[in-house]
């Protein structure tokens, strides 16, 4: 299974095709060989270093608000 996980695109780098993404507080560097009309502010899933879908506002509030739910779950199961 292949799991994307929803980035905020932060800074753009034109030369390399590829930007600075943040994962809720994690950055990290990603190709955006795959996508199109990618501005800073906009959200990317991202998988394996590449951008593969740019979301609109909503998709990505809803990927967010999932992947929120799940690491609750996660932290749940942890502490039993």
Request: proline letters at 1%; hydrophobic letters at 45%.
């Amino acid at each position: 299974m292949c799991i994307a996980a929803p980035a905020q695109i932060i800074e753009i780098d034109e030369e390399e095709n590829s930007a600075v993404v943040d994962f809720g507080g994690v950055r990290q560097k990603v190709k955006l060989d795959l996508v199109e009309d990618v501005r800073e502010g906009r959200y990317v899933l991202v998988h394996s270093g590449y951008a593969i879908e740019v979301l609109s506002d909503q998709a990505a509030r809803e990927s967010l608000e999932a992947w929120d739910e799940l690491l609750k779950v996660l932290e749940e199961e942890d502490l039993d």
